[in-house]
């Protein structure tokens, strides 16, 4: 006898959809979670912030009320310069720093870029170093440390005010301009300010008679004289040579002598060249002497 099946409910399948399937290997993705967690949130608010601002209009209110703030504050006298004090300067150094700090008076301490203040004052070639600050009174104190000239450059581009240091002061039209300042000329002369000074500072005792000093070669130094005297100076060491011509200056009064150059580039051969005059006379004085001894 064969058994009878038993009727009951058909078994269900186990095994997923094809839709529930693709769901479930799309959400095991790292990137469509965050997308899920994050993003969806995200622009759901964005859309209603941006629906409640479009409603009630609150952009044009925040933007109101930043404004309100500010000239609340713009307008309050303990933020206002009504002054800029720019100490320890001359004049018209002064007054070219305060064209180039482009401030306009009366202005808000909160409204002034101080770092591009200083950026600008700095860039003056008169001004090696600035420091710029509000200080109390209103008063915007802008510190500069000048660059003083201390020679007189005379280049292709025309006489230039040099500091200590070969950096370019200012320009200037004419010699007469500053005529307490040493004159020294010659390419590459703006290099060697520091050896220029310390042979004028030797050169003391004639001073008086120097002319300028002329860079020959960008090498070495020319000493130029009045009554068209020139002392040429060797490439090496000539602080030493300078200190020889003016013992020789002190003991024997060498250089009111008709001497039209001193030529120490050699320091083994120093040689000295007439003057016109001189050599004539000396050629006259020879002429002399051999008649008489014929």
Do not use: C, N
């Given at each position: 006898?064969?058994?009878?099946?038993?009727?009951?409910?058909?078994?269900?399948?186990?095994?997923?959809?094809?839709?529930?399937?693709?769901?479930?290997?799309?959400?095991?993705?790292?990137?469509?979670?965050?997308?899920?967690?994050?993003?969806?949130?995200?622009?759901?608010?964005?859309?209603?912030?941006?629906?409640?601002?479009?409603?009630?209009?609150?952009?044009?209110?925040?933007?109101?009320?930043?404004?309100?703030?500010?000239?609340?504050?713009?307008?309050?006298?303990?933020?206002?310069?009504?002054?800029?004090?720019?100490?320890?300067?001359?004049?018209?150094?002064?007054?070219?720093i305060r064209e180039a700090s482009f401030v306009t008076l009366p202005v808000n301490s909160l409204e002034v870029d101080v770092a591009a203040v200083r950026a600008r004052v700095e860039a003056l070639a008169a001004v090696e170093r600035a420091r710029v600050r509000a200080v109390a009174g209103g008063v915007l104190e802008i510190r500069a440390i000048e660059r003083i000239p201390v020679v007189i450059w005379?280049?292709?581009?025309?006489?230039?005010?040099?500091?200590?240091?070969?950096?370019?002061?200012?320009?200037?039209?004419?010699?007469?301009?500053?005529?307490?300042?040493?004159?020294?000329?010659?390419?590459?002369?703006?290099?060697?300010?520091?050896?220029?000074?310390?042979?004028?500072?030797?050169?003391?005792?004639?001073?008086?008679?120097?002319?300028?000093?002329?860079?020959?070669?960008?090498?070495?130094?020319?000493?130029?004289?009045?009554?068209?005297?020139?002392?040429?100076?060797?490439?090496?060491?000539?602080?030493?040579?300078?200190?020889?011509?003016?013992?020789?200056?002190?003991?024997?009064?060498?250089?009111?002598?008709?001497?039209?150059?001193?030529?120490?580039?050699?320091?083994?051969?120093?040689?000295?060249?007439?003057?016109?005059?001189?050599?004539?006379?000396?050629?006259?004085?020879?002429?002399?002497?051999?008649?008489?001894?014929?």
């Open positions: 006898m064969l058994p009878v099946a038993r009727q009951g409910p058909a078994r269900r399948d186990p095994a997923p959809s094809r839709l529930r399937y693709r769901l479930t290997r799309l959400w095991l993705r790292p990137w469509f979670r965050r997308v899920t967690h994050f993003g969806v949130p995200l622009v759901a608010v964005t859309l209603a912030v941006w629906t409640l601002a479009a409603e009630f209009d609150l952009r044009a209110r925040a933007v109101r009320a930043v404004t309100d703030l500010r000239e609340a504050v713009i307008d309050r006298p303990q933020f206002l310069i009504t002054e800029i004090a720019i100490p320890d300067v001359s004049a018209d150094l002064a007054e070219a005379r280049s292709a581009e025309g006489l230039q005010l040099l500091d200590q240091s070969g950096v370019r002061v200012a320009e200037v039209d004419s010699r007469l301009r500053r005529p307490d300042l040493p004159l020294i000329l010659g390419m590459g002369a703006d290099a060697h300010v520091p050896e220029a000074l310390a042979l004028l500072d030797d050169a003391g005792p004639i001073a008086a008679r120097i002319r300028g000093l002329v860079r020959v070669g960008m090498r070495r130094w020319d000493i130029v004289l009045d009554r068209d005297q020139t002392i040429r100076l060797p490439e090496a060491e000539p602080l030493a040579a300078v200190r020889r011509i003016m013992a020789l200056e002190a003991a024997e009064e060498l250089l009111a002598r008709d001497l039209s150059i001193v030529d120490l580039r050699d320091p083994a051969r120093p040689m000295l060249r007439l003057t016109g005059h001189a050599q004539a006379e000396l050629i006259r004085l020879k002429a002399m002497m051999m008649g008489e001894d014929a």
